[in-house]
């Protein structure tokens, strides 16, 4: 127990300090990050039929989606903040659903309809330029 407290401590602070220096593109895609793990290990604990981890990982990956929308600027972005917002919107939606079908096929749906849009953020990032 207390082996795993020291690992679980030493990532959150790596989480911390990633976070702590990041500009706001890069905090965006610690966000994607997470999230894309997020769905991997909901999937699976859906597929395994281990249903609290299952559980526990869509609420992490909705919390995120919900970050990421409370993240857009509406004022300045535009119909692209608005098409981003309905996609979160859905997503959380899909992740919803699957949580009450115990359908690993819809997480697997949330992960396809988000990957350009995860693959869009790291081609536009500042250090590409």
Known sequence: MRASYGASEYGRVGNESVVSGADP???ISVLFSQ???ELVAAEFHCSSENFDDFRS??????RILIGLQGSLDFNRGG???SNLGDLYSFCIRQLTKALKTKDALLIADVSRVLEPV???WDEISPSNE
């Open 118 to 120: 995860i693959s869009g």
């Open 79 to 81: 119909d692209l903040a």
């Open 25 to 27: 593109h890069q905090l």
């Open 35 to 37: 999230l894309k793990k």
């Open 57 to 62: 990982k869509i609420t992490k990956a909705n």
